[in-house]
């Protein structure tokens, strides 16, 4: 997958990922859960470690299917409105379920945790490669239902940041 993303070629890094995620479902919240539960024991190692954020959760899968779903890298536009209506769903449920396990984390009330999210949320409220679902610009080409669906998670994305850091 890693070769793939260097070699920019997002489409084929999202099929990667959702096929070892198809093969063993248990895995996507794994990736997650290893980690949020490693800041929720107060482990510190993590807290500054913003690139270890960024490879062991969904988000690089998320990353990647964005990407393609917005028909970047050199194999993202050769994908159809459908396929890249699919992949944009596929990152939005991937995001989704990263918050979801990121939520739960919190729920333990460990301050490590609520500096772990921060420094993850607010790594993705600022990420290129999460734009086309994110930015205004790119939110006005997407379908009404789509645009609800971008502005529905990054406002729970918000939310979530903003708990993490009322915690802190």
């Given amino acids: ?5 260097f070699e920019g070629r997002p489409h084929a890094a999202a099929r990667l990922f959702a096929d070892v995620f198809a093969t063993d479902p248990a895995q996507a ?4 859960s290893a980690f949020s539960s490693r800041a929720a024991r107060g482990d510190k190692r993590p807290v500054g470690r913003v690139d270890e954020l960024a490879t062991v959760c969904l988000y ?3 990353r990647c299917a964005a990407l393609a779903g917005c028909g970047l890298g050199k194999d993202g536009a050769t994908l159809g409105d459908s396929e890249r209506t699919w992949w944009r769903k596929q990152a939005r449920e991937w995001l989704r379920a990263d918050v979801a396990v990121w939520s739960r984390t919190l729920d333990r009330g460990c301050r490590a945790a609520c500096d772990v999210v921060t420094k993850l949320l607010t790594r993705w409220q600022g990420d290129s490669d999460l734009a086309g679902l994110r930015d205004p610009s790119a939110l ?5 239902d789509e645009r609800a669906e971008c502005l529905a998670l990054w406002k729970d994305i918000a939310a979530l940041l903003n708990r993490a850091q009322k915690a802190r």
């Fill in 1 to 5: 997958m890693s070769v793939c993303q």
């Fill in 29 to 32: 919240e794994a990736m997650t």
């Fill in 140 to 144: 006005e080409k997407l379908s009404a």
């Fill in 60 to 62: 690089p899968a998320a």
